[in-house]
Nanobody, 123 residues
Framework: QVRLVESGGGLVQAGASLKLSCTAS??????MGWFRQPPGKEREFVAG????????YYADSVKGRFTIARDNAKDTVYLQMNSLKPEDTAVYYC??????????????????WGQGTQVTVSS
């Protein structure tokens, strides 16, 4: 089992930036993803990164604005969020795949989840 601790959420105005962090402890993971759940909506994929290759993936809604990066020495993955919009308001969760899956966007392939951190973007 992997324990995930998230930090970095908050309340910002539209156009601002936030950086989320997720630190893993326990077992080594293959992929870490960030998901979000907007108010009244389903949880959705935001971004993912492969631990070894560093390959990263993004939802269309955040491409060009969000950047995911890993620091393997710290077992930490960051999500830099720029040009935030009110529609980015959500609870953000990090999650890890223990076994490599080609499908990086499906929640079904993620084994451990963080507690979530609230991001609120005001207009």
């Amino acid at each position: 089992q992997v324990r995930l601790v998230e930090s970095g959420g908050g309340l910002v105005q539209a156009g601002a930036s936030l950086k989320l962090s997720c630190t893993a402890s326990g077992r080594t993971f293959t992929t870490m993803g960030w998901f979000r759940q907007p108010p009244g909506k389903e949880r959705e994929f935001v971004a993912g990164v492969r631990r070894i290759s560093g390959n990263s993936y993004y939802a269309d809604s955040v491409k060009g604005r969000f950047t995911i990066a890993r620091d393997n020495a710290k077992d930490t993955v960051y999500l830099q969020m720029n040009s935030l919009k009110p529609e980015d308001t959500a609870v953000y969760y990090c999650a890890v795949q223990m076994t490599y899956h080609t499908n990086y966007a499906s929640q079904a392939y993620y084994n451990s989840w963080g507690q979530g951190t609230q991001v609120t973007v005001s207009s």
